[in-house]
């Protein structure tokens, strides 16, 4: 069976008693606390909660971004404890998508090159990823920005751009956190809309949200608070 | 896999550069330039010190052969056929013969010394010349710090090296010294009447010139015409003490000896290039300089990798967060300290060749047509173009470390952590 070989009725992300702790100096926090959840491919899961319940925190150890403290986070499965860094960095490449809540984009790249990046990494083709960051950009909207440098954009055209460099090795889970954060409604619901066009498209989309609003959008609500899912 | 990801690193340097701050640009290539020039120059000049000196002793003094005589022999032996014998080899291009004797030369003579202080006199090597040849082997009319050098006239006339006189070399009255302890001469200038012992016979001359040679060899010598100091002598013309000889242009003064050698010349004197005449002295000089300037050149480049070190760490470190993000959304860690490695080494290229250039069309040709005046020498810059790709070369391989380093350190945080600042 291919890693990524999900069927319906297994979790293509799972977490069994996922623990977080930080410290600083003699003060341990728990952002989280022993949380134990399933995604189903192709779900629409949204994770609220309120400012420091935790819900990013989760996203970064669902996404790999981050290793837990204790617990496990389980990819079709397979425990990713094991995983070495390269595999994650892969897996983060290829599998998954993220959009990260301040945009997060290169401020030397233009928008054409912030989303041709990964693909770049994926494929070392240059010429494809051009045509390919441009097709992309053009289905959020933003074909007149292709060489704008994210300086010259407003935040809604950002965090397109950064959408955008999510989908460009076609993921199979996008994690989106915040995507909303210092937006106004209008470029808020733009977003949203793109968001549930991808899980439209059969993909897999893990959104956290303080807004309640956007939340109802996702088939399931997961929400947390102190570091718990409530 | 690794192709790929420098390639991406590459491109993300590519793009850094296109689209950073062009004065923060420039003052890091000018500083690489710089680092690269203290590598280079600094021994070069240091090596060119020796080498100037050898280059000044054949143009002041030895010629691009000088003939001696032989270790048990006052005198060259058979010098007129000897030094017919040196037109008879092509690329000759002209000789000075000079007869060598112990004189004393006394300045002041109309006065009498103070109380308790002994005559103005010192002891001096004279030399005796025909003026006209010397000046072609030598180039010694140029050579003038006052008045000029002798004429074919000049039978009572001589030139004064510039280390007998207190003018130049100190020592005397005004540096708190005495004429006894001093050996100079004070007061003596072009027009001043001296009077010279040479073999027991005492004449009275007039000073035409002073010598300003970087050659000690001449610094501390008086020149007359032949004829008076071979008729003091009553010395014949076949006793030379040293036969100086100019090469035209272009000709291997060592092939040229080896060749005057074997034509027998061997039997009646001592035929050395300059740098032999010298002597080992002045190799272990030039060992020690350039030992010195290899010493000079290795702390430039431990100076060049800290300053790489510590560009590229600030650079890195300012881009925390993005690093941070690259890592977040897949790029591996080779790309991203790739991309600072070619960082690093497009600054240290783009300085090295600036360096190149600015060496080898301006400075050197520079200090070629106007030498760094050192004491005793006529400074050079030597920077063989071999030495110099081999020393860029280190340096490139120093700055690919020391743009690795940095890129690895800051590389190696915690990705969340990188992007969120903490």
Redesign the interface.
């Known amino acids: 069976m291919q890693f990524w070989d999900v069927s319906m009725d297994k979790p293509i992300i799972q977490t069994v008693d996922l623990v977080k702790r930080y410290q600083v100096g003699e003060v341990v926090t728990k952002a989280v606390n022993g949380v134990s959840i399933e995604v189903y491919k192709g779900e629409f899961v949204a994770i609220d909660g309120k400012s420091g319940s935790g819900k990013s925190t989760l996203l970064h150890l669902l996404s790999l971004l981050d290793r837990p403290t204790s617990g496990q986070v389980l990819v079709n499965g397979d425990d990713t404890a094991h995983y070495s860094r390269p595999r994650r960095v892969d897996i983060r490449l290829n599998r998954f998508g993220y959009v990260f809540q301040d945009y997060a984009l290169i401020p030397e790249l233009t928008a054409l090159e912030n989303v041709m990046l990964p693909y770049f990494m994926d494929t070392g083709c240059l010429h494809d990823c051009l045509h390919i960051g441009e097709g992309l950009l053009e289905r959020v909207g933003l074909k007149n920005r292709l060489h704008n440098r994210p300086a010259q954009l407003s935040g809604g055209e950002q965090q397109r751009v950064s959408i955008a460099r999510a989908l460009v090795n076609k993921p199979e889970v996008f994690f989106a956190d915040e995507p909303t954060a210092n937006l106004d409604s209008d470029t808020s619901e733009t977003i949203i809309s793109i968001i549930e066009e991808l899980h439209q498209q059969g993909i897999t989309v893990l959104m956290v949200t303080h807004e309640p609003q956007f939340a109802q959008r996702a088939e399931r609500i997961i929400t947390m608070s102190d570091g718990r899912v409530v | 896999m690794t ?3 420098l ?2 690193g590459f ?1 993300l340097a590519l ?2 550069l ?3 701050s062009l004065w923060t640009s420039l003052l890091v290539m000018v500083i690489m330039l710089l680092t690269f020039l203290n590598v280079v120059v600094v021994r070069g000049v240091l090596v060119g010190l020796p080498v100037g000196a050898t280059a000044t002793y054949a143009r002041e003094y030895a010629g691009d052969i000088l003939i001696t005589a032989l270790p048990d022999q006052r005198h060259i032996d058979r010098s007129v056929l000897v030094a017919n014998t040196l037109s008879s080899l092509s690329g000759f291009k002209a000789y000075t013969g000079r007869y060598l004797t112990a004189a004393t030369v006394h300045a002041n003579f109309q006065e009498l010394p103070k109380t308790g202080h002994l005559a103005d006199t010192v002891t001096v090597t004279a030399v005796g010349v025909v003026p006209e040849d010397e000046d072609t082997v030598t180039n010694i009319s140029g050579l003038m710090a006052e008045g000029r050098f002798l004429t074919d006239t000049d039978l009572k006339g001589v030139v004064m090296g510039d280390q007998l006189l207190e003018q130049y070399a100190g020592g005397g009255p005004e540096s708190g010294g005495t004429p006894e302890t001093s050996g100079t001469l004070e007061n003596v200038h072009p027009g001043t009447k001296v009077r010279i012992t040479i073999n027991g016979i005492t004449g009275e001359y007039t000073v035409v010139g002073v010598l300003d040679g970087k050659v000690g060899e001449n610094a501390r010598r008086i020149f007359m015409h032949e004829q008076q100091l071979r008729s003091i002598l009553n010395r014949s013309e076949d006793k030379k003490d040293e036969i100086a000889v100019r090469l035209k242009d272009g000709v291997d003064n060592v092939a040229w000896r080896d060749a005057f050698k074997n034509l027998g010349m061997v039997n009646y004197a001592t035929i050395q290039v300059p740098g032999e005449a010298q002597g080992h002295f002045l190799d272990e000089v030039t060992q020690t300089f350039s030992l010195l300037g290899d010493g000079v050149g290795f702390v430039g480049v431990v100076v060049a990798a800290i300053t790489v070190f510590i560009m590229i760490f600030v650079i890195a470190l300012n881009r925390q ?2 690093i941070g ?9 080779l ?1 991203i300290q790739s991309s600072y490695v070619f960082l690093a080494l497009f600054y240290a290229t783009v300085g090295i060749c600036l360096g190149i250039l600015l060496l080898y069309f301006v400075i050197a040709p520079y200090i070629a047509v106007h030498p760094i005046d050192f004491p005793f020498s006529d400074g050079v810059l030597v920077a063989p173009l071999f030495d110099t790709l081999i020393r860029s070369l280190v340096l490139i391989v120093t700055t690919l470390f020391a743009g690795y380093l940095p890129a690895r350190m800051i590389v190696q945080k ?3 952590n990188a ?1 969120l600042g903490r």
């Open positions: 192709l790929r990801s390639r991406v491109f793009r850094y296109k689209r950073s967060k993005e993000i690259l890592k977040g959304i897949g790029i591996n860690r790309a915690n990705t969340i992007i």
